[in-house]
């Protein structure tokens, strides 16, 4: 006789260790949070549970520090109010509040903090001294401190410490060399160390300090710096400063070099050759070298900005003496494939590869891409950037070859490939893909000598007026049906498992086409990530009607957007006769954000780089407050503060905050900017607020 189950078994009967397990699994903020009310034991193991939290609210109201998250042991405390500001300056006790931090958060051994000056990890440091990982942030200037100064404290008392992330700090190259050199311990337990800094794109680490903070660390497992690599400097990173490092750090899996100047992340002009006017000092044979001495390199950023010439052979070498390796960057690098009948050489032998990303390789063609296709049957993501000799063709080819495993594609800057022919390359796996960027360049298409003879303008889109930006769209979906009636046309795509969506577009251009190109049935996208760039001072006028982010409304899923426009330039202030200053240019982009059903937005302004200044203006805050289902709100930048009173309209908004994250950020308020009275009265009156949910 089959045994009979208790059928009456009720979700509390599981033991509190098993729900322990389950809780701690769940990952997403909200989630936790709905599970922390569903009862008191639930609440209880939900907070017991939660390791990792970030510290939002004003600094100043010290009793409503959570006391209930002991367990947390990954703690942020970048982004509290008023952001920027020094963390413990609105206590008169700042050692008080060090302590009251420390009793409520007892277990961090992962923090990340707001460090404007020395003072703050002085009295931090000394809290934690079982740090493991700590991220500094800093947008605004270095102090006029000693060198090393701001990680004196840290390396003091957090002996520690294994990981260091400097990548939105500020701070002089000269300043950590001699502060790792003065602690030789803790550089010596350090395996991880991110120098990669975002803050500023002028700077790069010189070739001696690469080597003094490589020799001072030869236990790193990952590492990543900005560089100088142009010859044309004094201490610039050439042969023997890769190949010191190389020797200094064998045990590095992860290595990530970048020019300081491909850190603007501004678009190359895609009408150039490809080549710069200078080579970089980097030999095939140093290349080979360097690789034989990282045996277990997994990831591989190699961004130098320069020419390297016919670098096939090197990277021949590279699948043999760096067998682990999975992620591969290479920049300015040349030669990488000779794509002879299609058959794999060079980068094409990197077999294990699962993340290839090519930017500025002058002399890849459509065989190269077909040869990296069949040599890298593993890629999953795949990025080409200012490639100008590739084409429709060998996109296509190698989308069919691997479209078992593609999910995450970047095409930018290509000659040969806008929106639409980006689109209909990626045909074969239009099911398939998760994550895709594309540039919005709506206009002519310089077909290559394998597909025509001459240039010729895409049929699919023509501007009537490109200079006021109006489109004429009834013959624009005439000449898409003629698209939709051919066998590769886009009529029934169904791009079902997409996500996140990424654009570049110049300044004045519509998005308007970017729904008739192919992208019209999206039901999965969550997320649309929109920069836009160029010189708003050249531009006479602008639509009436917008942007376009209305017809964004055929993405039913549609809940976050980032709109970057911090490339866009223009006038801050009175603009010159017959120009309009940035104003307009907010209401242009803004237009229709309110149709649209966003719980989460980040929104850069415009700036004005003789000003540098970006600051949400009165028609952006008025457009903002029609957001009516908005949860979250992050400007990246500064507004006044009737201004910001505006988004009390929105009845769901429950987090908002200004970052001034640009270099230098203001170091003091003026009239236009949010002060520090002006932030706290804003948030207490949201605060106030009853919340529908």
């Known amino acids: 006789m089959a045994k009979k189950f208790n059928t009456n078994v009720h979700f509390h009967d599981i033991p509190d260790a098993i729900l322990s397990s389950i809780f701690s699994l769940i990952t997403d903020t909200r989630s936790r949070n709905a599970m922390s009310l569903v009862c008191l034991k639930w609440h209880l193991i939900e907070r017991s549970t939660r390791t990792c939290l970030s510290l939002r609210g004003n600094i100043r109201d010290l009793f409503l520090l959570p006391t209930c998250f002991r367990a947390v042991s990954n703690l942020d405390l970048s982004l509290v109010s008023p952001w920027g500001r020094p963390i413990l300056d609105s206590s008169p006790n700042t050692t008080l509040l060090a302590q009251v931090l420390h009793c409520t958060f007892p277990s961090v051994v992962t923090l990340t903090v707001y460090a404007r000056n020395p003072s703050i990890l002085h009295l931090l440091a000394p809290q934690w001294p079982n740090l493991r990982q700590i991220k500094l942030v800093r947008w605004h200037k270095r102090s006029p401190t000693t060198l090393g100064s701001d990680f004196l404290a840290l390396f003091e008392h957090c002996h520690s410490l294994a990981s260091l992330d400097l990548s939105h700090f500020y701070c002089w190259t000269e300043d950590l060399p001699p502060a790792l050199e003065a602690y030789p311990s803790i550089a010596a337990s350090l395996s991880h160390l991110n120098i990669l800094n975002y803050t500023s794109s ?3 680490f010189k070739s001696h300090e690469i080597l003094a903070i490589t020799s001072a660390c030869p236990n790193l497992r990952e590492f990543l710096a900005a560089c100088i690599f142009d010859h044309r400097y004094i201490g610039f990173v050439g042969d023997e400063t890769l190949l010191s490092l190389a020797t200094n750090c064998p045990r590095l899996s992860l290595l990530h070099l970048v020019d300081s100047s491909s850190l603007s992340a501004a678009r190359g002009d895609p009408d150039n050759d490809g080549y710069t006017t200078e080579d970089a000092r980097i030999r095939q044979t140093m290349l080979i070298e360097m690789f034989s001495a990282l045996p277990l390199l997994e990831e591989l950023v190699l961004d130098v900005c320069h020419n390297v ?4 052979v090197a990277l021949e070498m590279l699948n043999s003496k760096c067998p682990r390796l999975k992620s591969l960057k290479l920049g300015q690098f040349h030669g990488i494939c000779k794509g ?5 050489d060079g980068i094409a032998l990197c077999s294990r590869l699962e993340s290839l990303s090519i930017k500025n390789c002058a002399d890849l063609t459509d065989s190269g891409l077909i040869s990296i296709s069949l040599g890298c049957p593993r890629l999953t993501k795949f990025e080409v950037q200012g490639c100008k000799k590739i084409t429709k063709l060998g ?5 069919s070859i691997l479209r078992k495993t593609l999910t995450e594609v970047k095409i930018s800057c290509c000659k040969h490939l806008n929106t639409v022919t980006s689109l209909q390359a990626l045909e074969p796996i239009r099911d398939c893909l998760q994550r895709l960027h594309i540039d919005c ?6 077909q290559s000598g394998s597909e025509a003879t001459s ?8 501007c009537s007026d490109k200079r006021r930006g109006i489109w004429e769209d009834a013959n624009l979906k005439k000449k898409y049906k003629k698209y939709n009636d051919n066998e590769n046309g886009y009529a029934s795509s ?9 654009l570049w577009i110049p300044v004045g251009e519509l998005l308007n086409p970017l729904v008739l190109a192919g992208l019209d049935n999206c039901p999965m996208l969550e997320e649309i990530q929109i920069k ?3 010189d708003c001072r050249h531009q006479s006028r602008l639509s009436p009607d917008g942007f376009g982010l209305s017809s964004l409304l055929c993405y039913p899923r549609l809940s976050k957007m980032h709109i970057d426009c911090q490339a866009a330039i223009g006038y801050a202030l009175t603009a010159p006769s017959g120009h309009v200053d940035l104003s307009p240019w907010e209401r242009f982009y803004l237009n229709g954000i309110g149709r649209l059903n966003l719980t989460e937005l980040n929104y850069w302004p415009p700036q004005d780089i003789d000003y540098n200044k970006r600051s949400l203006s009165l028609p952006a805050a008025g457009l903002l407050a029609q957001c009516r289902t908005m949860r979250k709100l992050f400007v990246h930048g500064t507004a006044n503060e009737h201004f910001m009173m505006f988004l009390l309209k929105v009845q769901t908004l429950r987090d908002v905050q200004l970052r001034e994250d640009y270099y230098p950020a203001p170091e003091n308020d003026n009239s236009t900017e949010m002060r520090i009275d002006s932030c706290s009265r804003f948030e207490d009156a949201l605060n106030r607020r009853a919340i529908p949910d």
């Open 340 to 344: 002879i009948d299609a058959r794999p």
């Open 309 to 312: 010439r016919d670098t096939w």
């Open 455 to 462: 240039s010729a303008k895409y049929d699919g889109f023509k």
């Open 202 to 204: 002028d700077q790069g």
């Open 532 to 534: 836009v760039e160029g």
């Open 494 to 502: 169904n791009w079902a498992k997409l996500q996140c969506l990424s």
């Open 395 to 399: 996109m296509t080819k190698l989308a």
């Open 441 to 446: 360049v709506w206009e002519m298409v310089e």
